[in-house]
């Protein structure tokens, strides 16, 4: 009998897409709650940063035990956090009921991030903060995350759904990245989920042409979770 009660997945648009939840479309986590009969919470938010989706994981595994099994979705490098606006819609309790949040997300290129403040924050962002110091950090922030996960006896996988960094990126290979590169519950990061995923229907146009690394359609949800399903190797 299975002994993993509930799945609690976290990530951005690409584990919690607005799009399909209000046209009552499944994603991932809704075959693994329909195929496997378990709870399911998704804490994914859309335009999420990696240090959002870790801390909030971190969090809410504080009252977990070995009962729940934990998916992260990974994202975007260069995505980061400032402050919040009072009325930030990432505060909103649709997405996040703990209502714990002081942080909003901001990333380099987004249809809201009109602001001109937004833009230069990031453009001298990027100018002065290498993309090796931010992945070394991503695996210092993993390393912490997975150590606390094991010492609860949780189980979990970490994937990236699409490239989290240019594909020409080489990595500073800290001890930190040799430890979360052999890791077998955390997935290659030159290997990009969705580049698995290459039939047509896997993605829906969402203001661009519907390619992959792209958003799933509810098609390319229940082919995602087939593939996580066979990595995890944790359902009966």
């Known amino acids: 009998m299975n002994k993993i009660k509930q799945l609690y997945v976290n990530g951005c648009s690409f584990t919690n897409d607005p799009n399909l939840f209000l046209e009552s479309q499944k994603q991932y986590s809704d075959f693994f709650k329909e195929e496997y009969n378990i709870e399911v919470i998704n804490r994914g938010v859309p335009g999420s940063s990696n240090r959002r989706i870790i801390r909030t994981t971190l969090r809410d595994c504080l009252k977990f035990d070995s009962d729940t099994f934990v998916i992260i979705q990974l994202t975007d490098l260069q995505r ?96 930190f990245y040799q430890l979360i590169e052999s890791d077998n519950q955390v997935n290659d990061f030159f290997m990009p989920l969705s580049d698995v995923l290459t039939e047509e229907d896997d993605y829906y146009d969402d203001g661009g042409n519907p390619v992959p690394g792209g958003h799933l359609s509810q098609k390319g949800h229940y082919r995602m979770f087939k593939i996580l399903d066979k990595l995890i190797k944790v359902f009966d």
């Open 80 to 175: 980061t956090e400032i402050t919040a606006d009072k009325d930030w819609w990432q505060n909103d309790d649709f997405f996040d009921p703990s209502q714990e949040e002081i942080c909003q997300t901001i990333k380099p290129v987004s249809a809201y991030n009109d602001d001109q403040w937004y833009r230069t924050y990031m453009i001298e962002k990027t100018e002065l903060i290498h993309d090796k110091q931010i992945f070394d950090e991503l695996m210092v922030d993993l390393f912490l995350l997975t150590q606390f996960l094991k010492s609860k006896n949780i189980g979990y996988y970490i994937y990236n759904h699409s490239w989290i960094f240019n594909r020409n990126f080489v990595p500073h290979k800290s001890s």
